[in-house]
């Protein structure tokens, strides 16, 4: 089944230590995004790749990056983890701008 | 700019009952109407959608919604819902124009009891 893959789906990192989550679809989608959701809290969007172009939100910390290597995969990189980044981070697809996203199941990260 | 509202962040009811989960949005533009669901320690999956047409939308598990113009709203309902029903739901909004990100309301805990 054509779907969105988040590797791994629990990680678990030490405060200031770097990580990165990834995420592959199989949708052949334009559009990738990478969204934070704390507890009990909306999807907040990170950033977005439109094909290549890479599209970052106003109110990302600078400690989140972002790569799109091809099409099918897009990571998230956390160059200094600190407490406060522990969440769900959920990457989505879109064939378009403003088109339903599907989204995956999701990496939880815990930082101690 | 875009705005959702979804006023209830908790829904109580029992099963086989129906169930009204509210949403109002405000924008300057067209937009596309979106319901998700999200089940524990998962991602969000789609119920339904609105992108234009007719005004009532069904989705999948028995839901549908209505989209209504001049109250800005999208309210999501089932006539009748099971225990698995049992998650959190998210109303969300893109505009047709601009950057077309998906704007996320607060979300509502629906919780189905026996």
């Known amino acids: 089944d054509a779907m969105v893959i988040q590797n791994p789906r629990y990680q678990v990192t030490q405060f200031g230590k770097p990580v990165t989550l990834s995420c592959s679809q199989t949708l052949n989608h334009n559009v990738m995004y990478w969204y934070q959701q704390k507890s009990s809290q909306a999807p907040k969007l990170l950033f977005h790749y439109y094909d290549k172009d890479f599209n970052n939100e106003a109110d990302t910390p600078d400690n989140f990056q972002s790569r799109r290597p091809n099409t099918s995969f897009c990571f998230l990189d956390i160059r200094s983890p600190g407490l406060g980044d522990a969440a769900m981070y959920l990457c989505?697809?879109?064939?378009?701008?403003?088109?339903?996203?599907?989204f995956g199941p999701g990496t939880r990260l815990t930082v101690t | 700019a875009q705005s959702v509202t979804q006023l209830d962040s908790q829904v109580p009811v029992f099963e086989e009952a129906p169930v009204e989960l509210r949403c109002n949005y405000s924008s300057s533009v067209s937009v596309y109407l979106f319901w998700y669901v999200q089940y524990p320690n998962q991602g969000l999956q789609l119920l339904l959608k609105?992108?234009?047409?007719?005004?009532l939308v069904k989705g999948i598990n028995g839901f549908e919604a209505e989209f209504n113009k001049s109250q800005t709203s999208f309210h999501l309902r089932k006539p009748s819902v099971h225990i698995s029903d049992t998650a959190e739901y998210f109303c969300?909004?893109?505009?047709?124009?601009?950057?077309?990100?998906?704007?996320f309301g607060t979300g509502t805990r629906l919780t189905v009891i026996p």
């Open positions: 609105y992108l234009s047409g007719s005004t």
């Open positions: 969300a909004v893109s505009g047709l124009t601009g950057a077309n990100n998906l704007f």
């Open positions: 989505a697809t879109s064939r378009d701008r403003g088109n339903e996203q599907y």
